[in-house]
Each structure stands twice: as structure tokens, then as C-alpha cells.
């Protein structure tokens, strides 16, 4: 079908051009050697006997299009200087030298645009991404989709305009990524590391939170806890959740009194603290474990209204480590995730990837620290960082894509 000739896509031929070939002009690429204009799609389509609807899937790197028909357009857009948008420099090797970042937005009634998880994660995301982007003298598309419902055709129609698909928190589902595996590169931010359809970079989740609650349990006797959960879809936040349970079962006497699912947000760390504060106060925990910091926020706010006393009273904990966290009274104890070298290290990986497609299915976990301040029952000014070991990289032996 590639190399057929649309007769209503073909341009005519001008009247007072008696040659059936285009030449380069002598002072400059991509302009007609007879007239000095510049050349179009229309001319190469009709050098290269194709209709533009080929040439245009030829210099957007699309599919569905002959290896040579794809060969003979290349040949012709060389021949004649043609410049596509900025393009020509990458379509002999079929590349854009453009990558996507796809970040998810999870938006509350109530809350401002400094709140947002999108905000304060992914900005600090991006600046790994971008720095090494910028390295290689190469650029970034940027897109955010909504948590729970991602535009899945938006995306489709994204990955025909990129080299390859960074994807935040693994909001899309993995039958969706497998799909767009088999078209390019594809790796996963903050991913599960059970994903099979793709590579994935996160921080390692299940240890940190483990080492934060063992620290509650152990240097603290906190005994009655009480779980902030995150939204669903957020592998990260199950992780956490996970490693909760397993420091719960390990230590006899410790029990989940309870847990509140909220969206990563200060609001729903406020509604949460608002449960807590609806309950008789011999039924209260006396730990809060919070999904990331900012729901621990909510729960200090929340908290103090109701004249609850942090951390003697309750203690409370967060996750990510976000520059406010040191600013509130009582400093939040929580832990550090490397978010810009998730960018980084992301983003290096689908650059290997792009360059070579048969690499193996990988999944690389980043250490976290545990950021020892004053809201968990530490003295007041206190501010100890530790190093948490946890497990290696893992790399399997099967491509995602095929997955």
C-alpha cells in the first residue's frame, strides 16, 4: 500500500517545469534548483513516486511503510535538500532525538497548585531527565494525564512523535505499556518492580518504609499504629504499605489499629487526621505512618487543630523527604528517595534502550535514607541521616516488549 500513487494526493505538475526531476539549489539545501523556492512534501512524493501520506509517515519515523519505499523517500529527501520541520537530521537513522515524559496529576478539591504531587515530585523528576537530555543535545516532551483515567489514545498518538516513553508511578495499565512496548522504548518511573511489560527505575520503597517503621517500633515502643495509604494505582504506595505489614507481623504486640485510604495529598492527610481526632482518645494509635509527606502534613495540621500533641501524644511519619518536611514544628521524620536520579537513571536506561532494543527486561531499585527528625519522638532539633541496604538490581532474561 506504501508504494501506491494516490492520484488525489499527487500535485501537479507546474505547467512551465519541462523536467521530471528536482535538483538541490546550487546556494543552499531544500530549495528548488529552478525556481529557488523551497522544497515540500509534494516534491519529494513525486520524485519518489508515493503519495505524501507516505512521505509524512516516513519523516515522523511511523510504521506501515516499506523498508524500501522508506529507502527510495529517504533517498529523495536527501537528493533534494528537503527539511521536514526541523526533522532532517535524525530521519536517516529513523530518529526524532525527542523523548516523552507522561506524568500523572492527581487533583483534590480543596487543593492549591503548590500541593500537587505532580508539582513537588516531578519537578524534581524532570531536572534528572532534562539534565542528562541536555547533554546529549537532545529534547523532552512533556504530557500529564489524570489519576484514575488516562487519555490511552492521547498516548498512542504521543509515541509516533518520540524515540521513547518515560512513564510516571505506573499509573497506565501494564497491558497498555505492553502495547506500546512493541512500538518503542518504554520505561517505567516509580514503577512496580513486579512489572513485566517494561523496564522499570523506583526508589526501593519496601525497605525505606520498613526501616521507618522498625524505628517506631523499636527505638520508640510505638505499638498501636495507624496507616495514611496512598491511591491505589501508585505501586510505590503498596510497597510502602506492604513493608508496614511485615514490620507489624515481625514484632509481637504491634497492631494496625486502622487505616485511611488517601491520594497523596494534604487534604486527604487532613480528612485522615480528622478520623483520628472523631475517635475516643484511649482509642487512638499512637503512631501515624504516612504514605508520602505531604498526607503527613495534613495529619499535623489536622492534628493541631484538635490540640493533639506531635510526637507526644502521636507520632507521625512521612515519605519522599520533600523540602517542607524540615520546615515544620516538629520536623518530620521520613525517608529520603532519590527523586531527580530517579529522572536520571531513568532516563539513561531509555536512551540505552533506544539504541539498542534487544537489551534485557530490567529493573533497577535506588536506595533509600531514613531522615531521623523530631515528629516521631526524637528530641527536638534532631536530624540523623542513615543509609538503608536493601536489594540489588535485578535484570532478567526476557525482552519486556515481548512480554
Given at each position: 500500500m506504501g508504494d501506491r500513487v494516490d492520484a488525489k494526493c499527487q500535485p501537479r505538475r507546474p505547467r512551465d517545469r519541462g523536467v521530471t526531476t528536482l535538483q538541490p539549489?546550487?546556494?543552499?539545501?531544500?530549495?528548488?534548483?529552478?525556481?529557488?523556492?523551497?522544497?515540500?512534501?509534494?516534491?519529494?512524493?513525486?520524485?519518489?513516486?508515493?503519495?505524501?501520506?507516505?512521505?509524512?509517515?516516513?519523516?515522523?519515523?511511523?510504521?506501515?511503510?516499506?523498508?524500501?519505499?522508506?529507502?527510495?523517500?529517504?533517498?529523495?529527501?536527501?537528493?533534494?535538500?528537503?527539511?521536514?520541520?526541523?526533522?532532517?537530521?535524525?530521519?536517516?537513522?529513523?530518529?526524532?532525538?525527542?523523548i516523552g515524559l507522561v506524568c500523572v496529576e492527581t487533583r483534590e478539591k480543596?487543593?492549591?497548585?503548590?500541593?500537587?504531587?505532580?508539582?513537588?515530585?516531578?519537578?524534581?523528576?524532570?531536572?534528572?531527565?532534562?539534565?542528562?537530555?541536555?547533554?546529549?543535545?537532545?529534547?523532552?516532551?512533556?504530557?500529564?494525564?489524570?489519576?484514575?483515567?488516562?487519555?490511552?489514545?492521547?498516548l498512542l498518538s504521543l509515541s509516533g512523535k518520540v524515540d521513547g516513553l518515560l512513564f510516571g508511578e505506573g499509573v497506565v495499565p501494564s497491558s497498555f505499556i505492553?502495547?506500546?512496548?512493541?512500538?518503542?522504548?518504554?520505561?517505567?518511573?516509580?514503577?512496580?518492580?513486579?512489572?513485566?511489560?517494561?523496564?522499570?527505575?523506583?526508589?526501593?520503597?519496601?525497605?525505606?518504609?520498613a526501616a521507618l517503621v522498625t524505628h517506631l517500633v523499636e527505638d520508640h515502643g510505638r505499638r498501636r499504629l495507624y496507616q495514611v495509604k496512598g491511591p491505589p494505582t501508585a505501586p510505590d504506595a503498596?510497597?510502602?504499605?506492604?513493608?508496614?505489614?511485615?514490620?507489624?507481623?515481625?514484632?509481637?504486640?504491634?497492631?494496625?489499629?486502622?487505616?485511611?485510604?488517601?491520594?497523596?495529598?494534604?487534604?486527604?492527610?487532613?480528612e485522615a487526621g480528622e478520623t483520628l481526632l472523631a475517635l475516643p482518645p484511649d482509642a487512638r494509635p499512637d503512631a501515624v505512618v504516612c504514605a508520602n509527606d505531604q498526607s503527613a502534613i495534613g495529619v499535623l495540621q489536622a492534628l493541631a487543630r484538635g490540640g493533639v500533641r506531635v510526637p507526644e501524644d502521636m507520632a507521625v511519619v512521612g515519605f519522599d523527604d520533600i523540602f517542607p518536611a524540615s520546615l515544620l514544628r516538629p520536623a518530620l521524620t521520613t525517608v529520603h528517595q532519590p527523586m531527580r536520579m530517579?529522572?536520571?537513571r531513568a532516563c539513561a536506561r531509555l536512551l540505552d534502550r533506544i539504541s539498542d532494543p534487544s537489551l534485557q527486561h530490567y529493573i533497577e531499585l535506588l536506595p533509600t535514607e531514613l531522615v531521623i527528625r523530631s515528629s516521631c519522638g526524637c528530641p527536638p532539633g534532631t536530624e540523623i541521616r542513615r543509609e538503608i541496604a536493601g536489594p540489588a538490581t535485578q535484570t532478567a532474561a526476557t525482552d519486556p516488549a515481548a512480554s
Open positions: 539549489a546550487a546556494g543552499g539545501a531544500g530549495e528548488d534548483g529552478d525556481t529557488g523556492s523551497p522544497v515540500t512534501l509534494y516534491d519529494v512524493a513525486r520524485l519518489a513516486e508515493v503519495s505524501i501520506a507516505t512521505v509524512s509517515r516516513v519523516v515522523h519515523g511511523q510504521d506501515l511503510v516499506r523498508d524500501s519505499t522508506r529507502a527510495r523517500v529517504l533517498a529523495v529527501i536527501e537528493q533534494l535538500g528537503y527539511v521536514p520541520d526541523g526533522a532532517a537530521q535524525s530521519l536517516s537513522r529513523r530518529r526524532k532525538d525527542v480543596k487543593q492549591y497548585d503548590v500541593e500537587s504531587m505532580a508539582l513537588l515530585f516531578y519537578d524534581e523528576v524532570l531536572r534528572g531527565v532534562e539534565s542528562l537530555m541536555r547533554t546529549e543535545h537532545k529534547s523532552v516532551l512533556i504530557t500529564y494525564v489524570q489519576d484514575p483515567d488516562p487519555d490511552l489514545p492521547r505492553a502495547r506500546l512496548a512493541r512500538r518503542l522504548p518504554v520505561v517505567i518511573i516509580a514503577g512496580s518492580p513486579g512489572e513485566r511489560a517494561a523496564d522499570v527505575v523506583t526508589a526501593d520503597n519496601r525497605s525505606g518504609s503498596e510497597e510502602r504499605s506492604l513493608a508496614l505489614t511485615q514490620v507489624i507481623d515481625s514484632h509481637l504486640g504491634c497492631q494496625l489499629i486502622g487505616t485511611f485510604c488517601g491520594s497523596f495529598s494534604v487534604q486527604s492527610g487532613e530517579l529522572g536520571e
